[in-house]
Nanobody, 121 residues
Framework: QVQLVESGGGSVQPGGSLRLSCAAS????????IGWFRQAPGKEREGVSC??????STYYADSVKGRFTMSRDKNMVYLQMNSLKPEDTGVYYC????????????????WGQGTQVTVSS
C-alpha cells in the first residue's frame, strides 16, 4: 500500500537549518507530484513546496522561496530548509498528488504522518 514516512524534524534556533526526508513506498515516486505541506497551531494546512513527476520541476511558496530546496532521489524526497524563521514552525507533511503544482490539501490523495519543526530562540 501507499506509504509516506517523514523524518528529520526537530528544534532549531532562528537562522538555523534542517533537512526533512520523506520515504515513499507502494508506488512509483517519479510518476506523481510530491509536495511538502505544513500546519501551524490554529492555522490551515498550507503548501510549501512540490516537485513534479518525470521532469522534477519544483515549486515554492513565496514565504520559503530562496530558503527551501526540494529534491528527489529514487524513493526519497527531501526538503532542505535554511535560514529558518519562527514562522516556519509547524508540523510538516509529505504528500502525494496527481496535480502540479499542488498547493491545496484538496489536491492530495495520500499523506504522511507529519514531523514537527520548531524554530525558536
Amino acid at each position: 500500500q501507499v506509504q509516506l514516512v517523514e523524518s528529520g524534524g526537530g528544534s532549531v534556533q532562528p537562522g538555523g537549518s534542517l533537512r526533512l526526508s520523506c520515504a515513499a513506498s507502494g508506488f512509483t515516486l517519479d510518476r506523481y507530484t510530491i509536495g511538502w505541506f505544513r500546519q501551524a497551531p490554529g492555522k490551515e494546512r498550507e503548501g510549501v513546496s512540490c516537485i513534479s513527476s518525470s521532469v522534477g520541476s519544483t515549486y515554492y511558496a513565496d514565504s520559503v522561496k530562496g530558503r527551501f530546496t526540494m529534491s528527489r532521489d529514487k524513493n526519497m524526497v527531501y526538503l532542505q530548509m535554511n535560514s529558518l524563521k519562527p514562522e516556519d514552525t509547524g508540523v510538516y507533511y509529505c504528500a502525494r498528488s496527481r496535480w502540479y503544482p499542488s498547493t491545496s490539501a484538496r489536491q492530495i490523495d495520500y499523506w504522511g504522518q507529519g514531523t514537527q519543526v520548531t524554530v525558536s530562540s
